[in-house]
């Protein structure tokens, strides 16, 4: 028995999983929306714009003595200003970090139960488990997610897999090593 144990472990420290990809704009927007939909920090961000700009023109207009009526009105402008701000600001953030990624080119990203290794065609990466303390899987990615308030985010999109049994070794890979969300 503790034979078949300890060839257990060594499957397990030797899986890995390979995934091949040019990361585009939309795996980035993906990545944005389930941090967004997953993480307390991203509900926040989500929500904050909308709820400021509500209760900044319900302040205003209730100090200028407005007419309940037209603070109703006057109301959904203001909060169809701050969705506006919220989803721009989640496109920037999306924006951005593909700018940076766009630099590595095609990527080659080994995980295993070290962590994730990425290659560029520019550049390289090498990140351990203890960076990232959760996970997220939509229909297209595995969005990795670290930190207290989900600051640190890396994407791995599910085309990239070398064969269709990547997707379930990274899956087990990380279930061991990171909570999912």
Same mark, same amino acid.
């Given at each position: 028995? %503790?034979?078949?144990?300890?060839?257990?472990?060594?499957?397990?420290?030797?899986?890995?999983?390979?995934?091949?990809?040019?990361?585009?704009?939309?795996?980035? %927007?993906?990545?944005?929306?389930?941090?967004?939909?997953?993480?307390?920090?991203?509900?926040?961000?989500?929500?904050?714009?909308?709820?400021?700009?509500?209760?900044?023109?319900?302040?205003?207009?209730?100090?200028?003595?407005?007419?309940?009526?037209?603070?109703?009105?006057?109301?959904?402008?203001?909060?169809?200003?701050?969705?506006?701000?919220?989803?721009?600001?989640?496109?920037?953030?999306?924006?951005?970090?593909?700018?940076?990624?766009?630099?590595?080119?095609?990527?080659?990203?080994?995980?295993?139960?070290?962590?994730?290794?990425?290659?560029?065609?520019?550049?390289?990466?090498?990140?351990?488990?203890?960076?990232?303390?959760?996970?997220?899987?939509?229909?297209?990615?595995?969005?990795?997610?670290?930190? %207290?308030?989900?600051?640190?985010?890396?994407?791995?999109p599910k085309r990239g897999a070398q064969e269709p049994a990547d997707v379930d070794r990274l899956r087990g890979i990380l279930d061991r090593n990171l909570r999912k969300l």
């Amino acid at each position: 028995m %503790h034979l078949d144990e300890d060839r257990t472990q060594r499957t397990q420290d030797t899986e890995s999983a390979v995934f091949v990809y040019l990361p585009t704009l939309e795996d980035f %927007h993906g990545a944005i929306r389930a941090r967004a939909r997953r993480t307390g920090a991203g509900r926040v961000e989500t929500a904050l714009p909308p709820l400021l700009t509500t209760c900044l023109m319900l302040g205003f207009g209730v100090s200028r003595g407005f007419l309940p009526v037209v603070l109703a009105v006057s109301l959904v402008p203001a909060l169809g200003a701050g969705l506006f701000g919220a989803a721009r600001s989640r496109r920037g953030m999306a924006r951005r970090l593909h700018g940076a990624m766009a630099t590595y080119g095609q990527c080659r990203t080994e995980v295993d139960e070290r962590g994730a290794a990425t290659t560029g065609e520019t550049m390289s990466y090498t990140a351990d488990w203890k960076l990232y303390t959760h996970y997220t899987e939509t229909p297209e990615l595995f969005v990795l997610l670290g930190g %207290h308030r989900a600051s640190c985010l890396a994407l791995l999109p599910k085309r990239g897999a070398q064969e269709p049994a990547d997707v379930d070794r990274l899956r087990g890979i990380l279930d061991r090593n990171l909570r999912k969300l």
